[in-house]
């Protein structure tokens, strides 16, 4: 079987009370003849063997668990778990499980756990007690059928039979009718009792019950049982403030009675829970697990049934953007649209994504656009509202929504600008606002969520986009809260203060450090765009100037933004620093916090710290040269002379690499001669010898040094001679090397006279010289004794005899030489590699 649903793994529970794996398999539920019922079996995906056989009882206790969990009991200190694969399989499985039992689907548990004392006790009652008998429905009898309410809570088979027993003949209907009479009676010890016995309903936990009690002719009479609390002195007014306090207000009047009526007992039941009843704390898990589900399948339905009137949803929006509107209209509108948002969050993924679609289709974005830069604060914060819960569904619609606006609209008036400036204006000196719209920008800009199968370029695009039109307005406050430079010194001229244009605002500097703390994150995010900005705008010096701020968590904040940037240990950024200077101002901050062992100090050791353990030598250099007799004295940690030491290590390093490569220009001279005059003496005792083709040079070469290092063994110099033989072949071969994508070129043959014959088929411009002539348009050769000789060559071929090669230019060598030296990358030393 491939059906990755039904793909579970099977768990027993040992003595250890740890769980087992008993293999993977997939499950079914089928009628199993010798177990007389519907079962569950699991047969294992290896060999197909029988893993789990468990007959559905309708007794048993069966917990779901995390969406893909099935958790039951099967005996004594016998506990059985599925584990599935996905969460529709589970679904399946639980609701077979429950269809089995009777029970809701909807519900975690199918049994609330029972002492085997008891189970057995009523297993031996007779079967027709199988309902509870309840006295008449009468004044008198009100307190024993409270006591009988009251006293069947505590056993769960107890419950369930007076839920069936309260169910038939319409009896929950004459408690009701009873609440009326004692009320006008003004019966007090009736109307506690009947608190007792509706209080005692609700904790059946009976759906079936709660389509009787929350119906329009019986909900209110339910709220006034509940407000005869026998511990309160006076009854509550929770009926007065549902029928007079709270006013339900149609934005757009809606002309579907049911969804009417369903909106208006989605709201009382709200109320009886969150109001009415005591918290779910105080009582056993799951207690109201029901009334909870009976309130979420009614928002369900209520979102359901608005999301399909598309002239309702068409309307509201066409008066959300009328600028007709009237204020208090649209604050209406809006919080209608905040509410209906926070009611699709009970919806499956897959209905929430289609209710969010629809909202999309209809213009939810260019209406939050309007409603975002309007002046009411009620209407902004229900609008952010709104954003947040588009943003949490879907960062990609929303980006591609801001990322059309340009070609319609002025860079003032897009969205992600409309929201930075909500950030930046928030009144709340907490600046609550703030933070959130900082988090759901950061929601936007993160890379991690546009990693779309459906649109490969999102990432450049965006981030392009929002380099280019909005990361001037979230830095705005920050660069005109601080100064360059030049104007920071002329500030300073005359006064004591460090740095007086650094803002002491407490508010300012909340949203300053919110700023930076979305930069920081653009640094460690967005490698490429922060990086053109910030050398762009000089932006770390403007920021470092904040280090001087009288409040320490914005300090920290500009040192966490240089922190980062190092820690990306990337040379560009290191370069910007060394140029800029830029440590002096952490180092002065060092200096004036002086002894005291604060968050600061310990921050601004860090970094100096991680520049150490990771060896940044371009800053180690930097540092040591320009700051460290300011920083010798620093004792209490090593940190400053690690670096020192890191320092003069690179130093003797570089010392010893030129020192090793340095060559005397006289020395050099005499083994070129030795060499020359020792290849002489070779040449007068053998005759010329053939040129050979170049297939063969590797081979010839080998053999002459192998002689040479025997004749040279005794030398201390042989080790130089080989070096310049080495580098003379080197440019010898590349004589007759050329690279295919510019030239093409036959390798040389040897011709009858001992001379070579080079063939080239040149490009145009590669076979001229500087004056345009043909480079090599004849053919040459050169006779021992240096006079012209006849050549067959034909015009495009180049003859030459090999005994008058000319392979080094010596008057030149030495020069050549030192410019090898200074572009060798293994010769040059530099500190910012």
Not at 338 to 352: D, G
Not at 406 to 412: F, M
Not at 599 to 605: F, K, M, R, V, Y
Request: charged letters at 30%.
């Amino acid at each position: 079987m491939s059906d990755t649903r039904r793909r579970v793994k099977v768990y027993t529970l040992n003595e250890d009370r740890q769980w087992d794996d008993r293999g993977t398999g997939h499950v079914s539920s089928t009628f199993v003849e010798r177990l007389k019922g519907i079962s569950l079996l699991v047969r294992a995906e290896s060999d197909g063997s029988l893993l789990l056989e468990s007959k559905i009882s309708p007794n048993t206790a069966y917990q779901k668990q995390q969406d893909t969990l099935i958790v039951w009991s099967e005996a004594e200190n016998y506990d059985l778990a599925l584990s599935f694969q996905e969460k529709a399989g589970c679904d399946e499985i639980w609701e077979k499980i429950c269809q089995v039992q009777g029970k809701d689907p909807a519900l975690e548990i199918t049994q609330d756990p029972i002492d085997e004392s008891e189970e057995e006790r009523f297993e031996e009652m007779p079967e027709t007690s199988h309902l509870v008998e309840l006295p008449p429905c009468e004044l008198a009898r009100l307190e024993e059928i409270a006591d009988l309410v009251t006293s069947v809570l505590s056993s769960p088979i107890r419950r369930e039979k007076l839920a069936l027993a309260l169910m038939s003949e319409g009896y929950m209907k004459k408690l009701l009718q009873l609440f009326q009479v004692c009320e006008d009676l003004d019966n007090r010890e009736g109307l506690h009792h009947l608190y007792e016995i509706v209080r005692g309903v609700l904790f059946l936990n009976k759906a079936a019950l709660f389509e009787v009690m929350f119906s329009d002719d019986c909900i209110m009479d339910v709220v006034g049982c509940l407000e005869y609390d026998p511990a309160l002195v006076q009854p509550k007014r929770h009926r007065e403030f549902l029928t007079k306090t709270a006013k339900f207000k149609e934005v757009i009047p809606i002309t579907d009675s049911e969804l009417r009526q369903k909106i208006h007992q989605t709201y009382r039941v709200q109320y009886i829970q969150d109001i009415i009843l005591p918290t779910p704390s105080v009582f056993e898990e799951n207690f109201l697990s029901t009334l909870t589900s009976f309130i979420f399948f009614n928002k369900v339905e209520i979102v359901s049934m608005l999301q399909e009137d598309e002239k309702f949803l068409t309307e509201v929006f066409a008066q959300l953007t009328d600028e007709a509107t009237e204020d208090s209209k649209r604050r209406e509108l809006v919080n209608f649209f905040k509410e209906f948002c926070a009611f699709s969050q009970t919806l499956q993924p897959q209905n929430r994504d289609a209710f969010f679609k629809t909202l999309a289709n209809l213009g939810i974005l260019p209406a939050l656009e309007i409603v975002m830069g309007m002046d009411d604060l009620q209407v902004r914060a229900a609008a952010t509202d709104i954003f947040s819960y588009l943003v949490e569904f879907s960062p990609s619609m929303v980006r591609e929504f801001v990322m059309q606006e340009p070609q319609q609209t002025d860079d003032d008036v897009l969205l992600i600008n409309v929201v930075i400036k909500q950030m930046i204006c928030d009144s709340d000196p907490e600046l609550g606002g703030a933070v959130q719209l900082m988090g759901l920008l950061r929601t936007l800009i993160d890379p991690e969520n546009m990693l779309t199968p459906t649109n490969k370029t999102e990432k450049t695009e965006f981030l392009s986009f929002f380099y280019k039109y909005c990361m001037q307005v979230l830095t705005a406050p920050l660069l005109a809260n601080t100064v360059d430079e030049k104007k920071s010194k002329a500030l300073q001229e005359g006064s004591t203060k460090i740095n007086p244009v650094c803002p002491d605002n407490f508010q300012t500097a909340q949203l300053l450090a919110l700023i930076l703390e979305l930069l920081t994150f653009c640094v460690e995010h967005h490698t490429y765009h922060i990086k053109t900005y910030i050398m762009n705008k000089d932006l770390l010096r403007r920021i470092l100037v904040l280090m001087n701020s009288k409040h320490t968590f914005l300090a920290l904040c500009a040192l966490r933004f240089m922190r980062r940037i190092i820690g990306q240990k990337d040379e560009y950024y290191n370069r910007y620093i060394i140029k800029g200077n830029l440590f002096e101002p952490v180092i002065n901050t060092l200096l004036d916090n002086g002894t005291r062992y604060n968050l600061l100090n310990s921050a601004i050791i860090e970094l100096f710290e991680f520049i150490k353990v990771e060896d940044v030598k371009s800053l180690i250099a930097h540092i040591i040269d320009n700051y460290y007799k300011a920083l010798e004295s620093i004792e209490y940690v090593q940190t400053f002379k690690g670096l020192k030491g890191r320092y003069e290590q690179e130093k003797d390093r570089q010392t010893l690499r030129l020192n090793r490569y340095r060559r005397d220009a006289r020395t050099l001279d005499e083994d070129e001669e030795m060499w020359f005059h020792e290849d002489e003496d070779d040449d007068e005792g053998e005759a010329v010898e053939k040129s050979r083709p170049e297939e063969e040079f590797p081979e010839s070469y080998g053999k002459y040094m192998e002689a040479k290092k025997g004749k040279c063994r005794h030398s201390a110099q042989c080790v130089q001679t080989h070096n310049l033989w080495n580098g003379m072949f080197t440019m010898y071969f590349r004589l007759f090397t050329v690279k295919e994508s510019d030239d093409k070129e036959n390798f040389p043959t040897q011709t009858p006279t001992g001379s070579f014959k080079f063939t080239f088929s040149h490009s145009a411009g590669a076979a001229n010289g500087a004056n345009g002539k043909p480079a090599a348009s004849h053919a040459a050769s050169a006779s021992p004794n240096g006079s012209p000789a006849k050549s067959d060559a034909t015009p495009g071929t180049l003859v030459v005899k090999t005994a008058m090669v000319g392979l080094v230019d010596y008057p030149d060598d030495e020069d050549e030489e030192e410019e090898d030296e200074e572009q060798s990358p293994r010769k040059r030393p530099r500190l910012g590699s």
